[in-house]
Every structure is written in structure tokens, then in C-alpha cells.
């Protein structure tokens, strides 16, 4: 008893730090945003407790509702383009071909900038009258003030600073396939494209499960991207949940507003995570031999 004692001590011991960084940097905030949400302040007067009207307001917010949208949108766009894009150059550089040390490198560039930093080059690049394109192309281009092209050019922004990030994942996975299933599978006469089918894709479930949590998590998210490129416009049609709440916070002064989107936002990833677990669940297998 006192030997068992004395290890779950030293567990908890060497748990401690790692559960000092969740309650201090993940549950404590939590609780502060939701009490937060039942107060109204500007950031400089006292706070003053409101109930749920913070709630009522938000949730029947016509712009809030727009938000929600243009994030949804914006994670359809991006997250099945980085993924499969991250898919091909993963299966690409899994060959071994000449120069894939190079464009391993290449790829990850992006995603190791800062996304503020990356935003600033592209706005440059698209630039209408002298940007990069529009002087190639020889005409000038509104890539981000028309109000039908601001979403699709964020999007492909985002998607070109993830996809390094996607590939890496995907490349891990699929050298860590046993050489042999590929090599009894082309014994039996199985053609390139099956094995990829039957093997490689039902051996990556767990890296595209991971893969799927963490893009649609950050992709909901994405602020420094579009507040330097588009700062929610044209039309509020980039106004993405993330940015919505910085301009509540901080344009409006409505810190109250704001964290309720920042748990109503939560919520909903929290509800989505929850349903790509229930989906992979029965369909993932850890066992590669």
C-alpha cells in the first residue's frame, strides 16, 4: 500500500507541471471568457453584470449570423483543398524522388512564417494597380475589394500557407506503411492506383483524422490572414467569426459581446470534433503490421 502510495505521488508529481499549464493557460480561461459574457465592459468603466443579455443580443445579431456563415464557407474552402493538396505532395515525396529533401523544405516555409508577415506579402502580390499579378497579367484586378473574390483569394492564401503543414503529417503516415503490404500487394498484380485505394488511404485514417480536428479547428479561427488582407470586408463577406470578435472587443469596446461569440464558436467546434471522433472511430486502426 505505502509502495502504491508513493508512486501515484510521483505520477502526480510529474503530472503537475503539464496540469498547471492546463488550468492556468486552458480551463481558467475558459470560465473567465463565460463569466465575461454575462457582464458588459468597455475596458475602462466597471463591469456591469447583465445576465443573458449579452446572449440574446448576440444570438439574434443578423452580423454575428453572417459571420457564421462566411466561417463556415471559408472552412469548406479551405479545408478540403489543403488536405488533398497535402495528400498529393505527401504521395509525391514519399517516391523518393530527386530534390524531395528540397521541396520538403520549400513546402514548410510558409506555415513556419508568421501568418501577419505572409498576409502583408500577398496583399503586396495583389496589389490591384501594382502588385505582382495584375502587372503580369497586364490589367488591373480587384482580388481583394470585389466582394465575389475576397473569400476565394483568403482562402487560397490560407490554403497555400498550410498545405506544407498537411504534407508533413501525411508523409510521416505513409512512411510509416510497412514496405511489405505494398510489396505483396504488387506481387499480386495490384495496379498504383489500387494500392493507394486499398492500402495507403485505410492505413492514413489516423493522420486524416488528426489532420481534419486541426484544420477545421484553425481554419475557424484565422484572424492575422484577414485582417491584414481584406480587415473583414469587402462587404463583411471575409468577415470571419475570429476577426468579428476582435472588432467587437476592441472596435466597439463590447468585451461582453465578444465573448460570447468566443463561446458560441467553441461550442460549435467542440460539437464538430465530437462528430469526426464518433465517424473515425470504428473506421481507424493504430495497427500497421
Known amino acids: 500500500m505505502a509502495q502504491r502510495r508513493r508512486t501515484t505521488a510521483t505520477a502526480y508529481a510529474l503530472l503537475a507541471p503539464s496540469l498547471f499549464g492546463v488550468v492556468a493557460f486552458m480551463l481558467l480561461p475558459m470560465f473567465v471568457v463565460v463569466w465575461l459574457s454575462l457582464h458588459r465592459w ?36 479551405v479545408v478540403p483543398a489543403q488536405t488533398l493538396l497535402g495528400l498529393i505532395a505527401a504521395s509525391l515525396l514519399a517516391r523518393g524522388l530527386p530534390g524531395s529533401g528540397f ?3 520549400v513546402y514548410v516555409l510558409p506555415w513556419i512564417c508568421a501568418p501577419l508577415a505572409i498576409a502583408v506579402l500577398w496583399r503586396w502580390i495583389l496589389a490591384p494597380t501594382d502588385g505582382a499579378v495584375s502587372t503580369v497579367l497586364g490589367r488591373q484586378i480587384d482580388w481583394l475589394t470585389d466582394p ?44 498504383t492506383w489500387q494500392r493507394f485505394r486499398h492500402i495507403t488511404l485505410p492505413m492514413l485514417r489516423p493522420t486524416l483524422f488528426f489532420v481534419l480536428v486541426t484544420g477545421i479547428i484553425s481554419a475557424a479561427q484565422v484572424f492575422d490572414t484577414v485582417y491584414a488582407l481584406t480587415g473583414g470586408g469587402p462587404q463583411n463577406r471575409t468577415d470571419l467569426v475570429a476577426h468579428r470578435i476582435y472588432a467587437e472587443a476592441f472596435g466597439a469596446a463590447a468585451v461582453g459581446r465578444a465573448a460570447v461569440m468566443a463561446v458560441v464558436l467553441f461550442v460549435l467546434l467542440v460539437g464538430v470534433t465530437i462528430v469526426q471522433q464518433l465517424y473515425f472511430r470504428r473506421r481507424i486502426s493504430y495497427d500497421l503490421t
Open 42 to 77: 468597455d475596458l475602462l468603466s466597471p463591469m456591469e453584470y447583465v445576465g443573458l443579455r449579452n446572449w440574446q443580443s448576440v444570438l439574434t445579431d443578423p452580423t454575428f449570423g453572417t459571420s457564421l456563415v462566411v466561417t463556415l464557407l471559408f472552412v469548406v474552402l
Open 103 to 105: 521541396f520538403r523544405t
Open 148 to 191: 465575389t473574390l475576397g473569400l476565394p483569394v483568403v482562402s487560397a492564401v490560407v490554403v497555400w500557407t498550410n498545405v506544407g503543414y498537411v504534407t508533413l503529417f501525411f508523409l510521416a503516415g505513409i512512411l510509416n506503411i510497412p514496405t511489405d503490404i505494398h510489396n505483396a500487394a504488387r506481387t499480386d498484380g495490384a495496379t
